[in-house]
T-cell receptor
Framework: DTAVSQTPKYLVTQMGNDKSIKCEQN?????MYWYKQDSKKFLKIMFS???????INETVPNRFSPKSPDKAHLNLHINSLELGDSAVYFC??????????????FGPGTRLTVT | QQQVKQSPQSLIVQKGGISIINCAYE??????FPWYQQFPGKGPALLIA?????SEKKEGRFTISFNKSAKQFSLHIMDSQPGDSATYFC???????????????FGKGTKLSVIP
């Protein structure tokens, strides 16, 4: 019954590894996002997809590659993990790409720890 | 110009008191101003939102006050309760880099602690 779900909830890995985080929403929304929340709680948008198409791509290292197989799913793959990638990653969704993006539904987050 | 500045960074309020969190923005093209609430270990959740043509919006104990000329808006939590202890984010929506799509820009958050 969860609106926006993410897996895994926790991810502990070593530097240099490649990892993926999966996100699914059952709200029927057509826009999905990835956010990074650092240790100071600052929320920064990374990517946004609308109907499987990339529409926002903030200044994010190209080690991060999002993929949207359909409008209900948005996955995040990270190559060559670095210590600075340690953070909580949130997936979110909303309807449309206009002003309605104010109403976003967030997943529970994935806490990534790189050692 | 896409920034939303939020203060204070942290706030401690006695149970029953009023919690006030302030935000300011520069971009006059922002056209919706939501507040999100985040409990530890959870994702942010929309709490209340206001449009710039309205000066105040109230939902239960939560009120947004909006001052368009000053480009400021604030969240007031009346009769604050320990269960309100969370991090609060103000935000604003605006067009992303001149493109057709909008994005949500968040303030840096305020950690509210309500003590019994």
């Amino acid at each position: 019954d969860t609106a926006v779900s993410q897996t895994p909830k926790y991810l502990v890995t070593q530097m240099g590894n490649d990892k993926s985080i999966k996100c699914e929403q059952n709200l029927g929304h057509d826009t999905m996002y990835w956010y990074k929340q650092d240790s100071k709680k600052f929320l920064k948008i990374m990517f946004s997809y609308n109907n499987k198409e990339l529409i926002i791509n903030e200044t994010v290292p190209n080690r991060f590659s999002p993929k949207s197989p359909d409008k209900a799913h948005l996955n995040l793959h990270i190559n060559s993990l670095e210590l600075g990638d340690s953070a909580v990653y949130f997936c979110a969704s909303s309807q449309g790409t206009g002003t309605g993006v104010y109403e976003q539904y967030f997943g529970p987050g994935t806490r990534l720890t790189v050692t | 110009q896409q920034q939303v500045k939020q203060s204070p960074q942290s706030l401690i309020v006695q149970k029953g008191g009023i919690s006030i969190i302030n935000c300011a923005y520069e971009n006059t093209a922002f056209d919706y101003f939501p507040w999100y609430q985040q409990f530890p270990g959870k994702g942010p959740a929309l709490l209340i939102a206001i449009r710039p043509d309205v000066s105040e919006k109230k939902e239960g104990r939560f009120t947004i006050s909006f001052n368009k000329s000053a480009k400021q808006f604030s969240l007031h939590i009346m009769d604050s309760q320990p269960g309100d202890s969370a991090t609060y984010f103000c935000a604003a929506t605006g067009r992303y880099s001149g493109a057709g799509s909008y994005q949500l820009t968040f303030g840096k958050g305020t950690k509210l602690s309500v003590i019994p």
